[in-house]
């Protein structure tokens, strides 16, 4: 993929791995804050979910924005996106969390894309061929 496709394709690839590496780095750097929020909504092993989070939107975002196993990496993001929003935002009652919820579900469907069709030619993946 190259040209005019491969470019947007690297664009829109870079923009969704740009947000999880900085929500990333905001809950590193909020521990405490983010494990309450967890527990705020009943989850069991708050602080377990926490490492797993930091660990996935950093280190998933950053795979992201290099394009290394980016299929892999998207269907992860994908998945988190929709158990967070069916978690975290189902009080539609407050306008906030209903546009937080679609959010999640407008990134999970950019993830599935990436899914789909790969991280384009301005990639690791793409220079390997995947």
């Known amino acids: 993929m190259s040209g005019t496709f491969g470019v947007a394709t690297a664009i829109g690839r870079v923009f ?7 929500a990333g780095i905001g809950k590193a750097a909020a ?3 983010t494990i309450s929020y967890i527990e705020s909504k009943g989850l069991p092993l708050a602080p377990v979910a926490y490492v797993g989070t ?3 939107e950093l280190g998933g975002g950053l795979l992201l924005l290099v394009g290394f196993q ?3 990496v998207a269907l992860a993001f994908a998945v988190f996106c929709v158990v ?3 978690i975290f935002h189902l009080d539609f009652s407050d306008p906030v969390q209903q546009a937080m919820f ?3 579900l407008a990134i999970a469907g ?3 894309f990436v899914f789909a069709h790969g991280a384009g030619g301005f990639s690791i993946d793409g220079r390997r061929g995947a």
């Open 70 to 72: 980016a299929r892999l």
């Open 110 to 112: 950019g993830m599935l």
């Open 54 to 56: 930091v660990a996935l």
């Open 31 to 33: 521990p405490a804050g």
């Open 16 to 22: 969704l791995s740009v947000l999880f590496i900085l």
């Open 102 to 104: 679609l959010k999640n």
């Open 84 to 86: 967070s929003a069916l």
